[in-house]
């Protein structure tokens, strides 16, 4: 549909907690035109999630997809999900510390702990139940996400500001490549 803006970090309404989506509004042509802007400012941004705060649209809606993305090469593939209103649950309380960026917060990257397991529910656009339990680094890109919806940014987790800098000296390999 749209490639929309990507709000940055001091922009206001990036600090609120969005509101549910409604549950008589799954399948509707607003949501569809909605997730059809997200995902087309995800790609054009090479980014690995995108929550709607992020184009200016205060509800719980996030995407997330990584398949050969050059900014996270190496990773392990998460397939493209649409998760609307997630609950996230922890399965066990180990964290790991790993880099993170956002589109929210360009040529920047930091480190940041999250749990390494954890159960994801929600619903997908058609208002179908999601339950996934998932690791790694696909753990890791939920949580940032979900973050999004209650008014967090990565630099707002992060407890070592000595691991927070700009890409291209931290990574320059991955100087040219677009941010999350």
């Given at each position: 549909m749209a490639i929309r803006p990507i709000l940055k970090m001091g922009t206001p309404s990036l600090f609120e907690k969005s509101v549910p989506w409604p549950a008589n509004k799954f399948d509707s042509p607003e949501l569809h035109a909605l997730l059809a802007d997200m995902k087309d400012s995800m790609k054009a941004a090479t980014g690995a999630g995108l929550a709607a705060p992020q184009i200016g649209e205060n509800v719980r809606v996030v995407i997330f997809e990584v398949i050969n993305n050059a900014r996270y090469p190496?990773?392990?593939?998460?397939?493209?999900?649409?998760?609307?209103?997630?609950?996230?649950?922890?399965?066990?309380?180990?964290?790991?510390?790993?880099?993170?960026?956002?589109l929210s917060v360009p040529g920047?990257?930091?480190?940041?702990?999250?749990?390494?397991?954890?159960?994801?529910?929600?619903?997908?656009?058609?208002?179908?139940?999601?339950?996934?339990?998932?690791?790694?680094f696909h753990a890791r890109v939920v949580q940032h996400e979900v973050d999004h919806l209650d008014?967090?940014?990565?630099?707002?987790?992060?407890?070592?500001?000595?691991?927070f800098g700009?890409?291209?000296?931290?990574?320059?390999?991955?100087?040219?490549?677009?941010e999350d």
């Open positions: 190496n990773r392990e593939p998460i397939p493209y999900t649409v998760l609307i209103n997630p609950q996230l649950a922890p399965t066990s309380k180990e964290t790991d510390l790993d880099w993170e960026g956002c920047m990257r930091g480190q940041v702990a999250r749990y390494t397991t954890l159960r994801y529910t929600g619903f997908d656009q058609f208002g179908k139940p999601i339950n996934r339990t998932v690791s790694g008014g967090v940014l990565y630099p707002m987790r992060m407890t070592d500001m000595t691991k700009y890409t291209e000296v931290l990574f320059p390999e991955l100087v040219g490549v677009e």
